[in-house]
């Protein structure tokens, strides 16, 4: 089953609105003429960024940091609470079960 949300997402310096769209075996970002996808076992690890350097346009983001040493940072759009469902959404193998040591100060 497909889960997507509005975001914000930064790649190589460059921001962009678009979408997150994940599924069970792969995650997309995309935004007006470009994607971005990767497999979700290749999420190295992530964690919520709340300091002000981290955000992106003033949002908290989720920086993700990926097996081949590529760092996408998101931001969700989707309103209070949501940058927690996008944080829960990649945390979980696709069958929802979720990686709570990857979300440990999500809830602050």
């Known amino acids: 089953m497909r ?3 509005p975001v ?3 790649l190589h310096g460059q921001t962009r609105t ?3 769209e994940a599924s069970r075996d792969r995650v997309e970002l995309t ?4 994607t971005f996808a990767f497999a979700r ?3 190295a690890h992530f964690g919520v960024e709340r ?3 981290n955000r992106l346009r003033g949002l908290p983001a989720i920086t993700v940091s990926l097996a081949g040493g590529e760092v996408v940072r998101v931001a969700s759009l989707g309103g209070a609470g949501s940058l927690h469902e996008v944080a829960a959404l990649l945390a979980s193998d696709g069958s929802e079960r979720v990686r709570r040591q990857e979300l440990a100060g999500a809830g602050t």
Do not use: Q
């Open 3 to 5: 889960k997507s949300f």
């Open 8 to 10: 914000i997402w930064a």
């Open 18 to 20: 678009g979408k997150l």
């Open 31 to 34: 935004s007006r003429g470009y």
């Open 41 to 43: 076992d290749a999420i």
């Open 51 to 53: 300091g002000a350097t």
